[in-house]
């Protein structure tokens, strides 16, 4: 089962920030929140983590609250070329060898309009 | 680019048939896996591995069997395909060496129609 909550979709003015926000209430201390996007139906991309501390990048930025049980994702200058669905992704360890899984939510249908 | 091919990119196969999807890689990475993702759902793990013949279960395994007896390749194999296996199936790998990020790189998908 997931363990994040996201908004099914959001609309986003071009040039303006986009801010995903994104609840993780059940997070354990170790678990990182992951975001990930998806342009149409291309593989998924890798867009920034974080465990508790703000993290930012040339992509966007990561805000995680100070309990942990929220995170928000920006993207400071939306363009029409970030219309995607966003996915925010706690990654749990397994027992195994120090894996990692991604446990994935439904994601944020994000539109930039012009 | 991550180096990742997979293949094929499309297929249209009949209920009961075998099918295998091909997932090769050019970085040598140490972890490689299997989603699927449906409409309106996010990816669900299938198998995963961690090394040549190195492989354990995800959260939707049941139906599904892998093989990794390269580092470069990690196959997906549908025993008997059934319509509830139609779906689009994404590779992704992860290099699990230091610097590692936990950063995975997906290929472009393969889409599964299962009549």
Known sequence: DAKTTQPPSMDCAEGRAANLPCNHSTISGNEYVYWYRQIHSQGPQYIIHGLKNNETNEMASLIITEDRKSSTLILPHATLRDTAVYYCIVRVLTALDSNYQLIWGAGTKLIIKP | ?115
């Open chain 2, 1 to 115: 680019d991550a180096g990742i091919t997979q293949s094929p990119r499309h297929k249209v196969t009949e209920t009961g048939t075998p099918v295998t999807l091909r997932c090769h890689q050019t970085e040598n990475h140490r972890y490689m896996y299997w989603y699927r993702q449906d409409p309106g759902h996010g990816l669900r793990l299938i198998h995963y591995s961690y090394g040549v013949k190195d492989t354990d279960k995800g959260e939707v395994s049941d139906g599904y069997s892998v093989s990794r007896s390269k580092t470069e390749d990690f196959l997906l194999t549908l025993e008997s395909a059934t319509s509830s296996q139609t779906s689009v199936y994404f590779c992704a790998i992860r290099p699990g060496t230091g610097g590692d990020t936990g950063e995975l790189f997906f290929g472009e998908g393969s889409r599964l129609t299962v009549l």
